[in-house]
């Protein structure tokens, strides 16, 4: 479920930037273009590793005992 949360936080943070700088770019429907496609998978990648990170999903930190 967090991943999902991450995912969802990651695609509306990443289209609020893109509309805050004016940047579009459908990947579907306009002509393939390389430098635009790294941005945009570039910047959604970025957010979505920050909200991994937040999140702790990355894996629960080990405890030792102190005997």
Not at 36 to 44: N, P
Request: proline content about 3%.
């Amino acid at each position: 479920m967090r991943t999902v949360l991450a995912v969802i936080v990651a695609y509306i943070g990443s289209r609020a930037i893109f509309a805050a700088f004016d940047f579009n770019y459908a990947v579907f429907s306009e002509p393939f273009n390389v430098g635009k496609l790294i941005i945009d998978f570039g910047v959604f990648m970025a957010l979505f590793g920050g909200c991994i990170w937040l999140l702790g999903l990355k894996g629960t930190p080990e405890t030792k005992d102190a005997s």
